[in-house]
C-alpha cells in the first residue's frame, strides 16, 4: 500500500457540530467523529439521532470525507443497538466506520458488507501481521500504534495490504492504545468503554516523591512533514475530539498549510501550536525511535497542563463560522419554448434541475448580467462561482421570474450535496440475533502464568493442568523451568519480529507446545512456530461474537475482559468451538507503556527486583514491573480473587481458571493453591468479578 509523494489525508477531529465545522474551515480533508453510543469519547458532545445525517451532509458538502467512531467494546446483549447505530451512520452515507472490536467488525460484515471498517487505534495495530489479519477480517484501513518509530512505519507501510493511518498531534496516552485498564478497574469507568477518567494525569508518590510519571507530553510531528509524506502512509490523524473549535481549527490549518508546502514547521510554527494546546512542550521521541535509549531519557516526554498553557489557550481567536468555499460551475439554458435547464458541478459531480419554460416578456426582458447575479447568488453554501465558471445561453426577449431562478439555483446545489444509500437487503430480516449455544469447554482446568521460575512451587505440577512462562526468557537460552506454554510479549513491533520468532524456535525445540496471544498480529507468528495459539485478556474479549472471530482465526481458547462482571461472563454465547477462561486470581496488568517509567522514578536494580511502585493519592500502590524490552508494566494495587466462587464461574460457561501470578514468592503461591482447594474466602480488600 505504499504510495511514496503523495499527500496523504489530513484527518481532523470533531466533538461537536461547532468543532466540525472548524475542521472543515481549516482544510481537513477528512473528520472523524461519534455517535450518541459506542465510541470512545463517550463525553465529547458527539452527533446523535439527525445530527449524524446533518453532519455527514455537511462535510461531503465541502468535499470532506466523514469517518464516524464505533470504536468502544459491545457486550452480548448490546448488539442490536449497536447494528442499529451502523445502520444510521450507514444511511447518513458515512465514507467509513472505525472499529475497534472484532465482534463488531464481524457482525458489520454480515449485515452492511458495502460499509468501508477503518481499525481503531484499540485494536492494538503495531505490525504488518496484524495488517494482514485485519484485511482478512474486511478492513480497509488500520490506525497503528502511535509508540512506532519511523523505521519500523516505513516497514509496515510497505508490507501492509491495507491502508495505514498514523497519529501526527494531539494527545499521547501513556499506555498502548486498548491496553489500558487503570480508569476501568481502579475507577469504574471504562477507557475501553468511552469513558476514561484519566488517572495517568493524576500524580503519584514514588520513594517518598510525588511525581506526574505517567502523564506525557502532548505528539507533534510537525517538524516531519516531508518524511511522513515520503513513509506512503494514507491518512495523518489529530487528536482532539474533547478539544474546542478554535484548537480544532488552527492546528488544522497549520498542519494544512505544512502538507501543501511540503516542508516541516518553523520555530514560529511550533510555537504557534505550543500556544493553541500543550502540556509544557512536545515530545517526538516515539517517532525519532529515542525512546528506551540513553539519548534522550524517557522523562523529557512527561508534562502538565501548566497555569501558563492554558493562558495561551485562552488567547485563541473564537470560531464563528465557514468561510472556506469550494469552486462551482454552472451552465444554464434559458430558451424559448424549452423547459429551463441548470447544470452545476464541483469535484466531479454533477447535478441537473429543470424548471417551467420562460415566458415572453411583457415588458423588460430578462438580459445576460441579471440572470448571471441571480444564479452567482452563492451565500450560505459551500460554494462559490467566478465570472469564468458560468455558460449561459439565454434567447432575446424571455421573462423570468426571480424567485424561480432562486427556487432553481436552491435546488441544483441541494441536488450537488445530496448522496443517498440503498438499504442492503439483510435489513428486511430484522434485528440482529446473537448465538444461542453456550459453548462449555474443560472441566475445572487450572492455568498458571508467572513472570519468573523463582516463583513456581514444587506443587505447582500436581495443582495446574498448565503452566506458562514469559516467552522472553527464551531469549538468552532456556529457563530452568520449562513450562507447557509461553506468554508472547504484548507488542512485538516489525524491528523485534524476528528476535521473537527465533524465541519460539527455541521454545518449541524444547518441548513448549502453547502459547498465549494478545494480538492479532502475534497469531500467525506462534502458529508458525507449531504451537496451540490461547487468547490472552489482552484481547478485551467483551461478547461471543468476538470469541467467535477469534476461533475463526485458530484460538482455541481465550481469557475474557477483566472488565466482565459475573452475568456478562454467563451471557457471553457462541457456537464456535472457543473456550472461555477467565482470571480467577491475579494482579491485572493496568497499563503497558513502551517507554521504560521505571528508569524515572528508580535504577535498573530496582527493576531487576521488581520492587518499584506507584502510590496513588488514597495510599493503594500499583507494582511495576519490567516488560520484555524495556517496556513496563503496571499491575492492580488490589488482587482479583474468586477462589471461594469457582462454581458460580463454571456455572457460567467458564471452563479455564486462569491464575495470573506477578510480584508473588514461591510461598505466596502455595498458599493461593491451598486457598483454592479448600474454596477459601479473602482476607482484606480484593477485587470481585
Request: glycine content about 8%; hydrophobic content about 45%; overall charge positive.
Amino acid at each position: 500500500m505504499t504510495q511514496p509523494n503523495r499527500l496523504p489525508e489530513l484527518l481532523a477531529p470533531a466533538g461537536s457540530p461547532a468543532a466540525l465545522d472548524a475542521a472543515i474551515e481549516g482544510g481537513a480533508d477528512a473528520v472523524y467523529f461519534g455517535g450518541a453510543a459506542f465510541n470512545a469519547r463517550m463525553l465529547a458532545e458527539n452527533f446523535g439521532g439527525d445530527a449524524m445525517g446533518d453532519a455527514v451532509a455537511r462535510c461531503h458538502a465541502y468535499g470532506v470525507k466523514a469517518y464516524v467512531t464505533l470504536n468502544t467494546l459491545v457486550t452480548d446483549r448490546e448488539y442490536d443497538a449497536c447494528l442499529r447505530t451502523a445502520e444510521q451512520a450507514w444511511r447518513a452515507g458515512v465514507d467509513a466506520l472505525i472499529v475497534a472490536d472484532l465482534g463488531v467488525a464481524a457482525m458489520l460484515r454480515r449485515h452492511i458488507p458495502e460499509l468501508a471498517l477503518h481499525a481503531s487505534t484499540q485494536a492494538s495495530g503495531h505490525n504488518a501481521e496484524a495488517a494482514k489479519c485485519l484485511a482478512e477480517l474486511g478492513f480497509s484501513r488500520m490506525v497503528c500504534a502511535r509508540e512506532l518509530p519511523e523505521t519500523d512505519l516505513r516497514a509496515l507501510v510497505a508490507e501492509s495490504p491495507i491502508e495505514i493511518e498514523m497519529f501526527v498531534h494531539g494527545a499521547l496516552c501513556v499506555s498502548h492504545s486498548g491496553q489500558c485498564l487503570f480508569s476501568s478497574l481502579v475507577g469504574g469507568r471504562s477507557g475501553n468503554r468511552g469513558a476514561c477518567a484519566q488517572p495517568c494525569r493524576l500524580p503519584y508518590t514514588v520513594k517518598g516523591k510525588s511525581a506526574y510519571p505517567l502523564s506525557l507530553r502532548d505528539l507533534t510531528l510537525a517538524p516531519y512533514v516531508p518524511a511522513i509524506i515520503d513513509l506512503g502512509v494514507a491518512s495523518l490523524k489529530i487528536e482532539g475530539r474533547m478539544k474546542s473549535p478554535e484548537y480544532v481549527r488552527d492546528v488544522v490549518s497549520i498542519w494544512r498549510r505544512l502538507l501543501d508546502e511540503r516542508r516541516g514547521a518553523d520555530a514560529a510554527e511550533l510555537a504557534r501550536l505550543a500556544g493553541i494546546f500543550s502540556r509544557g512542550g512536545f515530545t517526538d521521541a516515539y517517532f525519532r525511535g529515542l525512546v528506551g535509549t540513553k539519548n534522550v531519557p524517557s522523562r523529557q516526554m512527561l508534562g502538565v497542563r501548566s497555569e501558563t498553557d492554558k493562558a495561551a489557550s485562552r488567547q485563541l481567536a473564537p470560531f464563528c463560522t465557514i468561510t472556506r468555499t469550494r469552486p462551482l460551475t454552472m451552465e444554464a439554458r434559458l430558451c424559448a419554448d424549452e423547459p429551463i435547464l441548470l447544470t452545476v458541478s464541483a469535484d466531479g459531480r454533477t447535478a441537473t434541475v429543470t424548471g417551467e419554460p420562460p415566458e415572453p416578456a411583457r415588458t423588460a426582458p430578462l438580459d445576460r448580467d441579471a440572470v448571471l447575479r441571480c444564479l452567482s447568488k452563492l451565500g450560505g453554501t459551500p460554494y462559490s462561482l467566478s465570472p469564468e465558471g458560468m455558460r449561459l445561453t439565454l434567447d432575446a426577449g424571455l421573462m423570468v421570474p426571480v424567485s424561480r431562478l432562486n427556487a432553481l439555483r436552491r435546488a441544483a446545489i441541494d441536488a450537488l450535496a445530496a448522496r443517498t444509500h440503498t438499504p442492503h437487503p439483510d435489513f428486511s430480516a430484522g434485528a440482529y440475533r446473537p448465538c444461542r449455544a453456550a459453548a462449555l469447554w474443560g472441566e475445572n482446568a487450572r492455568v498458571a502464568r508467572f513472570n519468573h521460575c523463582a516463583q513456581i512451587p514444587a506443587g505447582a505440577r500436581d495443582f495446574f493442568d498448565a503452566i506458562y512462562l514469559p516467552l522472553a526468557l527464551y531469549a538468552e537460552g532456556v529457563p530452568d523451568f520449562l513450562p507447557d506454554g509461553v506468554v508472547l510479549p504484548a507488542v512485538i513491533f516489525p524491528h523485534e519480529r524476528d528476535a521473537v520468532r527465533q524465541m519460539l524456535r527455541r521454545a518449541a525445540a524444547h518441548g513448549v507446545r502453547e502459547a498465549m496471544v494478545g494480538n492479532l498480529g502475534h497469531i500467525s507468528l506462534a502458529r508458525q512456530a507449531g504451537m496451540t495459539v490461547h487468547g490472552d485478556f489482552r484481547f478485551n474479549v467483551t461478547s461471543g461474537e468476538t470469541l467467535a472471530a477469534l476461533a475463526d482465526l485458530g484460538v482455541r481458547d481465550c481469557i475474557l475482559s477483566p472488565e466482565l462482571t459475573l452475568p456478562q461472563l454467563r451471557d457471553l454465547r457462541t457456537k464456535r468451538q472457543c473456550g472461555k477462561a477467565a482470571i480467577v486470581y491475579g494482579r491485572v496488568p493496568l497499563m503497558l507503556l513502551e517507554k521504560c517509567a521505571i528508569r524515572e522514578v528508580a535504577d535498573c536494580a530496582a527493576c531487576a527486583a521488581g520492587r518499584v511502585e506507584l502510590t496513588d493519592r488514597r495510599g493503594f500502590r500499583f507494582p511495576m514491573l519490567r516488560e520484555w524490552d524495556h517496556r513496563t508494566v503496571i499491575v492492580n494495587s488490589r488482587v482479583t480473587y474468586m477462589l471461594d466462587r469457582l462454581p458460580q464461574l463454571r456455572a457460567a460457561g467458564v471452563g479455564v481458571q486462569h491464575y495470573f501470578f506477578t510480584v508473588e514468592s514461591a510461598d505466596e503461591v502455595t498458599a493461593v493453591m491451598a486457598a483454592a482447594r479448600a474454596g477459601k474466602a479473602p482476607m482484606g480488600e480484593v477485587r470481585r468479578i
